[in-house]
């Protein structure tokens, strides 16, 4: 079973930075994309960015500037630099990944997110 691992959240001061980190583990025969998404208190999940196999970006306008995603392909891992942090970017982080895993002889579909990190901005 393929499986996510987050890290890096934590709380910063507005105007600081925080880099977060997913790792995905487990019988994966290819990655399709991977993204960050996020949901406040008391809000839906909303997609922050994603990036695809063939490193293609996109971001949410609330972050577009301020944010960067990107992967390191040989550890199956993406990562968000998050810039310019405004209280209202607290949340809870979630990774998501999508792709094919080993099953028996062949593939199958896989769509699994991360348990999430909390990401407090606050003075």
């Known amino acids: 079973q393929v499986q996510l691992v987050e890290s890096g959240g934590g709380m910063v001061q507005p105007g600081g930075s925080l880099r977060l980190s997913c790792a995905a583990s487990?019988?994966?025969?290819?990655?399709?994309?991977m993204g960050w998404h996020r949901q406040a208190t008391g809000k839906q999940r909303e997609l922050v960015a994603h990036?695809?196999?063939?490193?293609?970006?996109n971001y949410a306008d609330f972050v577009k500037g301020r944010f960067t995603i990107s992967r390191d392909l040989a550890y199956n891992t993406v990562y968000l630099q998050m810039d310019g942090l405004k209280p209202e970017d607290t949340a809870v982080y979630y990774c998501?990944?999508?792709?094919?895993?080993?099953?028996?002889?062949?593939?199958?579909?896989?769509?699994?997110w991360g348990r999430g990190t909390q990401v407090t901005v606050s003075s």
């Open positions: 998501n990944a999508a792709g094919l895993a080993w099953h028996g002889l062949g593939a199958t579909e896989y769509d699994v």
């Open positions: 990036i695809s196999h063939e490193g293609g970006t």
């Open positions: 487990g019988p994966i025969f290819s990655i399709s994309g």
